[in-house]
């Protein structure tokens, strides 16, 4: 009786903890949870490849389609994966602040709308039913209107007319055209929108102004396509000279926030400016103009702090972690550089400038040399607002394209395209040369992995782990890499590893990991351990850095530092390349080396023990195996089975994975010589290593290939030697715009003029130019300078000979007086 009673109080009990955990289980809601990891389940995003989600996890940690749009706000965005009572209002906030109207459609499908954002970049967003609890989440890809696809814009047919319309002999009718689909709405109206900065430069009541203006057209059918004779506005509204063409539903009032719609790029609104305009636009413009220049001299110099150009397109190309290419002149999209007549292509600086966010543009031409405004109307010109904005963005002069727009677009159209007086722009915004350029350092892993120092060490690791390849104290940069082993064709183990992951940050920015994918040569990308999808933009600013993929292949990510990380597949294998700025010299350890022009130090171990470049293939195992990190201090996702059981449960760094350090070349092996035939030149043994341990001329090849474009990238990253601009002579002309060692500029003058000073004169290695400033002197004028030097040579020679005279008439009467002294004292002896 009594071990019954104990039955049933210990059933009891059981059945209260079972309960507790069924109720603590039904408990774990992803409701306001989005990201975390709870007790009994996750709403983490790596929960489902862990297989781990929280039952409610999709309906509340959100999927959207699109996930990008323009940072003007208007995009209509569906929500994924739940259905919504269609009885329900809808309610959107976006960076915990920023309310828009959602709604539920005839499918139950919840939709937001987008709404302003004067920044770029992933926008946290929540979701509310009731008005009041906002516990559904998901993030919104704000984006610079110049980067969105043309789908989702409001295309200008011949945009050079809008923007030159009033000028002499542009008019007509003005055509814009969009996709119909993407407003939810039978009717719309055609708005025009301005934009201005407002309060005192550079201070905290200095703010963006996105203003409605009026409507164009009301009720227009939305069938795609709009064209209408642009009128003269009424003042104030004609005072506005920069803004966009916006079509929203007509349904909605006049200049509604954050509604339904599609934008023009932004542009200058020369089609409704005033009626001075039309009747004399050089002259209105030469004024805007002359008014600009005064309102630049009242503002801070900003030239003093911007970073100065590459020397030449090579290096602008090849200098990934500072410059990127400017869209509006790009060698790849067929050199159509409106702005730069003359050049093939042109960069931006990534990174605005300390204090004051400015960027920096550097063009080039054919030869790819630097086209400079002092030599050329399509010269680069620094911008005041760097036209992809800088962070914080949202405050003037680092609003993403606007303030770029007010400060240095619309002026040159004033001063350069509207007019004829480019001296005033160019005084403000000229092209900076390279004369304090420093190129960037580059080393590299590819291959099954072969290592190139910062400092030009070459060695090969085949550890299976992850490590550290790259590691600064001081700036508190970190690169990692994951390898595992790789496998022959028909499934089996070999013996060398190949580089799988990477993944860095820098301070306090997001963790970027870029890793192979189980498809071919294909790259994904993890921001925070979430993935990130390439599938609408290209490039995503994020928290701390910015992320470029053109192609699933190649990824490139730009920190703050200037630091760059370029990650390209190919051949079944990942090669990693990292180029530092000249800042981090001496202040980097890890398997790439102590950047320090030092290569024998580049084995320098985690402890501070350097070992012998000529040690062996053992030892150099044996430190490397040295770097490897640990659950602590990783930067990587465990996303899956095998990388918990393979990285994160098990040692950093396997002793169990012994490679082959060294393949033997059988002269009975069939695959010797077609491979000693493919590897050849620089390159030839990580060739040779991989094409016979992988048994694969493939793999050989790709190797070869990866070290051959890393040793391009390092000679066009070779410092070179710029002597500065030339001026030409006044009344003359110069030839040649090429201002690097060994070029030479040769100088002449107009008719009735003089050359004086170098005819030619040539960079040298040591940064100057050879004889002397040249000069044009009028014919005329050189008569007067010699009659004038000959009057002053014969005065010279006049005074010269009256001091003589005197001098030596002096010297005579003196003579007379020593001789009568010497007289009269002879005379008293006697």
């Not at 210990?10 to 079972?18: N, P």
């Not at 000229?430 to 304090?436: I, V």
């Not at 703050?560 to 350890?589: I, Y």
Request: with cysteine; proline share 5%; hydrophobic share 35%.
């Amino acid at each position: 009786m009594l071990y019954n009673y104990k039955d049933k109080i210990h059933l009891c009990m059981f059945i209260v903890l079972l309960l507790q955990l069924l109720s603590r289980s039904a408990a774990q809601s992803c409701a306001k949870s989005c990201g975390e990891k709870l007790n009994t389940c996750s709403c983490h995003a790596t929960c489902e490849s862990l297989k781990d989600c929280c039952a409610d996890y999709k309906q509340f940690c959100l999927d959207i389609e699109p996930h990008s749009g323009s940072l003007l706000g208007g995009a209509d965005f569906k929500i994924l994966n739940v259905a919504f009572e269609q009885n329900i209002t809808l309610t959107c906030r976006f960076n915990s602040e920023i309310l828009t109207e959602g709604y539920v459609d005839e499918s139950g499908v919840g939709h937001c709308i987008s709404p302003l954002l004067y920044e770029s970049g992933w926008i946290p967003f929540e979701v509310s039913t009731d008005g009041v609890n906002y516990d559904r989440s998901g993030r919104w890809l704000s984006v610079h209107h110049s980067k969105l696809s043309p789908f989702y814009t409001i295309v200008m047919v011949n945009a050079t007319q809008w923007q030159y319309y009033g000028t002499p002999n542009v008019s007509g009718d003005l055509k814009m055209i969009w996709i119909p689909s993407l407003i939810k709405a039978e009717k719309v109206n055609i708005e025009l929108w301005g934009y201005n900065e407002t309060g005192e430069a550079y201070s905290a009541n200095w703010e963006a102004e996105w203003k409605y203006l009026y409507t164009v057209e009301r009720d227009v059918l939305n069938r795609g396509t709009f064209s209408f004779t642009p009128q003269i506005a009424e003042k104030p509204y004609s005072l506005w000279d920069i803004g966009s063409i916006r079509v929203s539903p007509s349904t909605k009032p006049d200049g509604a926030q954050n509604v339904n719609a599609l934008w023009t790029g932004v542009h200058a609104i020369a089609w409704h400016l005033e009626e001075a305009f039309r009747k004399d636009s050089a002259g209105w413009a030469l004024e805007k103009c002359i008014n600009w220049d005064k309102e630049e001299k009242a503002m801070a110099n900003f030239l003093t702090e911007i970073t100065d150009c590459p020397c030449t397109l090579a290096q602008a190309r090849a200098d990934t972690g500072r410059f990127h290419t400017d869209y509006g002149c790009d060698i790849e999209a067929g050199s159509f550089c409106v702005y730069h007549p003359g050049a093939v292509h042109c960069v931006r600086a990534i990174q605005g400038s300390p204090e004051y966010g400015a960027g920096q543009q550097c063009c080039y031409d054919s030869t790819g040399a630097q086209v400079l405004t002092g030599d050329s109307i399509g010269g680069s010109t620094p911008d005041r607002g760097h036209d992809w904005g800088d962070p914080p963005y949202k405050k003037p002069p680092r609003v993403p394209g606007f303030s770029h727009w007010k400060y240095d677009v619309v002026s040159f159209y004033y001063c350069c395209l509207w007019s004829d007086n480019c001296e005033y722009y160019f005084t403000h915004r000229p092209s900076s040369d390279c004369r304090t350029y420093r190129p960037p350092r580059a080393a590299a892993v590819l291959g099954d992995p072969h290592f190139m120092t910062f400092d030009g060490v070459t060695f090969t690791f085949n550890g299976k782990g992850e490590y550290n390849l790259l590691h600064s104290l001081d700036y508190e940069l970190s690169v990692q890499g994951r390898t595992e082993p790789m496998k022959f064709e028909n499934g089996t183990v070999a013996m060398a590893t190949r580089l799988s992951s990477v993944a860095m940050r820098e301070k306090d920015s997001d963790i970027i990991e870029v890793r192979l994918r189980d498809q071919a040569d294909e790259l994904q990308v993890l921001m925070n351990q979430q993935v990130l999808s390439f599938s609408e933009q290209k490039w995503i600013d994020l928290k701390g850095v910015f992320v470029f993929s053109s192609k699933p292949t190649n990824v490139t990510v730009m920190f703050p530092s200037g630091t760059g990380v370029e990650v390209r597949a190919g051949g079944g294998v990942m090669t990693l390349t990292v180029l530092l700025p000249h800042g981090l010299q001496n202040h980097t350890q890890g398997l790439l080396g102590t950047m320090n022009d030092d290569p024998e130090d580049d084995f320098t171990s985690s402890n501070g023990i350097i070992i012998p470049l000529n040690s062996s293939a053992q030892d150099i195992f044996t430190y490397c195996a040295g770097w490897a990190i640990t659950n602590e201090t990783s930067l990587f996702t465990y996303d899956s089975t095998y990388l918990l059981n393979e990285y994160y449960l098990a040692p950093k760094h396997d002793p169990s994975f012994i490679p082959n350090f060294s393949v033997t070349e059988d002269p009975e092996d069939p695959l010797l010589e077609p491979t000693l035939n493919l590897c050849a030149g620089e390159g030839a043994s990580f060739c040779k290593y991989d094409a016979l341990s992988m048994r694969s001329l493939e793999q050989g090849n790709a190797t070869l290939l990866a070290y051959r474009s890393h040793t391009a990238t390092r000679k066009a990253l070779e410092p070179v030697q710029s002597c500065g601009w030339l001026t030409p002579p006044n009344h003359g002309q110069k030839e040649g715009t090429l201002y690097l060692e060994g070029a030479t500029v040769t100088f002449s003058c107009n008719g009735g003029y003089r050359l004086y000073g170098s005819q030619e004169r040539t960079c040298q290695a040591d940064g100057t130019w050879t004889g002397e400033d040249t000069h044009c002197v009028a014919d005329n004028t050189l008569a007067i300078v010699l009659g004038s030097v000959g009057a002053v040579l014969a005065l010279v020679v006049m005074v010269i000979a009256v001091v003589v005279y005197t001098k030596k008439q002096k010297k005579e009467a003196k003579k007379q007086q020593n001789d009568k002294v010497t007289y009269q004292q002879h005379g008293s002896h006697l």
